[in-house]
């Protein structure tokens, strides 16, 4: 189909509107242990800077699983997705987080929100974006943020939810950081007043 000028000149208009909101990253490369800058559809280790890693666990023995603390087990490996395509990650990005696993539940293993009313907080999970987890949610805003650790010496982050790929959307934005219940469990939540969860990142 061929545009004349005055629907082109709409077309324009139009990607310039979205493009505001789709937060393609601040510029500064994200690096890794390493100081390699971190790069897109690589698997990566999540390297909590006191020890210990991130990995799945039911809550109340159901699907779809949560992201959870273990201070004895290395994180298992994720994927970087920035919603606007580059090579190489940037901080402040919106991008896709997916742990590079199988589960028992079959479902994706990218990271959503949903909100535990028991617990009274925001848990990450992984898992489809139509399950009933996610009906807080209903658009699909599951895009995390990678910030640099301010007062911190070497490549060491934070992780947060703020995304930019709505425009229209009333964003509760907040930290990732580690929230212990009542059983001993350490759940990844997202809370704006949380201690965040400083972080390194390793080529897996």
């Not at 666990?57 to 201070?71: A, I, M, T």
């Not at 995304?163 to 959307?169: A, D, G, I, K, L």
Request: hydrophobic letters at 40%; one cysteine or more; charged letters at 20%.
């Amino acid at each position: 189909m061929v545009m004349n000028s005055s629907q082109a000149a709409w077309a324009l208009l139009v990607v310039a509107a979205i493009l505001p909101f789709a937060h393609g990253g601040s510029g500064d490369s994200v690096l890794d242990v390493l100081g390699r800058p971190v790069v897109t559809g690589t698997e990566y280790t999540i390297l909590p800077v006191n020890g210990g890693g991130l990995r799945l666990k039911w809550r109340n023995n159901s699907c779809p699983l949560n992201v959870v603390y273990n201070d004895n087990q290395e994180s298992l490996p994720v994927i970087f997705t920035p919603y606007i395509y580059v090579k190489v990650i940037t901080e402040d990005a919106d991008l896709k987080v997916e742990f590079s696993a199988v589960t028992v539940c079959a479902q994706s293993t990218r990271w959503r929100l949903r909100r535990d009313s028991e617990l009274e907080k925001t848990l990450i999970y992984a898992g489809n974006s139509s399950s009933s987890a996610s009906s807080s949610f209903p658009f699909d805003l599951a895009y995390f943020r990678i910030i640099k650790s301010e007062g911190d010496d070497g490549n060491v982050y934070e992780l947060s939810f703020c995304p930019h790929v709505c425009s229209t959307c009333k964003i509760a934005c907040g930290s990732l950081g580690i929230y212990t219940d009542e059983d001993g469990n350490q759940w990844l939540v997202k809370e704006s007043d949380i201690n965040p969860l400083k972080v390194q990142f390793k080529r897996a």
